[in-house]
């Protein structure tokens, strides 16, 4: 019966996101009159009250935390596990400042919303070295027009009991070699939402993203030993607090 009742609910949304994605549409194609980084900055707002439209008329909830430790003016990357198609619409509206993310171009080709997914992330595809070599000029790039870049070094979606996949060294070379702080961020209960596994099926939940304090980079850093600082960090706090937000 619950399973009934959570595809009714996918259904539910899914026209939610069909009904707000045109004017969205509309609205991302308009901002692409502007140049960089105010074409980011206002993609940010869009999809930002995008989401909180869809979350309220779906019945999630959000709460985010760790606002405070991104200082004004300053660029970092933000490091987020990985566990639900539901990461990205939590993460990159509601970190704060303009941000890309690194995403399959794949699903770019997708009509209507591939504008959107084109606008908001450096898009790369894994199987072509050209591909990933371009994508990490254009990360270092967004870095530097003050914006940050949001990557998840898992790579795919964590389907194992682990808290933490294995880390892939992507990040941790951008952070070194652009001396950019890395703000780690956990996201909780998105594999409620949409789980791994299972087609055509929503449930609401409350979601939270917590944003950690900055771990300082600097040229000349061991990027494994940094990967592995990270992953320490994130895999300690998952542990620490998944069980008060199930």
Same mark, same amino acid.
């Given at each position: 019966?619950?399973? *009934?009742?959570?595809?009714?609910?996918?259904?539910?949304?899914?026209?939610?996101?069909?009904?707000?994605?045109?004017?969205?549409?509309?609205?991302?194609?308009?901002? @692409?009159? /502007?140049?960089?980084?105010?074409?980011?900055?206002?993609?940010?707002?869009?999809?930002?009250?995008?989401?909180?439209?869809?979350? *309220?008329?779906?019945?999630?909830?959000?709460? #985010?935390?760790?606002?405070?430790?991104?200082?004004?003016?300053?660029?970092?990357?933000?490091?987020?596990?990985?566990?639900?198609?539901?990461?990205?619409?939590?993460?990159?509206?509601?970190?704060?400042?303009?941000?890309?993310?690194?995403?399959?171009? +794949?699903?770019?080709?997708?009509?209507? *919303?591939?504008?959107? /997914?084109?606008? @908001?992330? #450096?898009?790369?595809?894994?199987?072509?070295?050209?591909?990933?070599?371009?994508?990490?000029?254009?990360?270092?790039? #967004?870095?530097?027009? @003050?914006?940050?870049?949001?990557?998840? =070094?898992?790579?795919?979606?964590?389907?194992?009991?682990?808290?933490?996949?294995? *880390?892939?060294?992507?990040?941790?070379?951008?952070?070194?070699?652009?001396?950019?702080?890395?703000?780690?961020?956990?996201?909780?209960?998105?594999? $409620?939402?949409? =789980? =791994?596994?299972?087609?055509?099926?929503?449930? =609401?939940?409350?979601? +939270?993203?917590?944003?950690?304090?900055? #771990?300082?980079?600097?040229? @000349?850093?061991?990027?494994?030993?940094?990967?592995?600082?990270?992953?320490?960090?994130?895999?300690?706090? /998952?542990?620490?607090?998944?069980?008060? $937000?199930?």
């Amino acid at each position: 019966m619950k399973n *009934f009742i959570f595809k009714i609910l996918a259904a539910w949304a899914l026209i939610v996101f069909v009904i707000t994605l045109v004017p969205v549409v509309l609205l991302m194609w308009i901002i @692409g009159l /502007y140049n960089e980084p105010k074409r980011t900055r206002y993609f940010r707002e869009i999809s930002k009250a995008w989401m909180r439209i869809f979350f *309220f008329l779906t019945g999630c909830n959000l709460k #985010v935390k760790g606002k405070e430790n991104f200082v004004a003016g300053e660029r970092y990357i933000i490091t987020c596990n990985h566990n639900s198609l539901m990461d990205v619409p939590v993460a990159t509206p509601f970190i704060p400042g303009a941000n890309k993310t690194i995403a399959k171009a +794949e699903m770019a080709k997708i009509p209507l *919303f591939g504008l959107i /997914y084109k606008r @908001g992330a #450096v898009l790369v595809d894994r199987k072509d070295k050209k591909s990933r070599q371009d994508s990490f000029k254009k990360m270092k790039k #967004v870095l530097a027009l @003050g914006m940050h870049m949001c990557i998840y =070094p898992e790579g795919t979606r964590n389907k194992t009991d682990l808290p933490l996949k294995e *880390f892939h060294d992507g990040a941790f070379r951008l952070a070194i070699e652009t001396s950019t702080s890395i703000i780690p961020a956990l996201i909780f209960n998105t594999k $409620k939402v949409l =789980p =791994p596994g299972k087609s055509f099926y929503f449930r =609401p939940a409350k979601m +939270e993203i917590h944003f950690l304090r900055p #771990v300082k980079v600097e040229k @000349g850093d061991n990027y494994e030993l940094l990967k592995e600082k990270i992953h320490r960090i994130m895999s300690d706090y /998952y542990r620490q607090h998944q069980n008060s $937000k199930s």
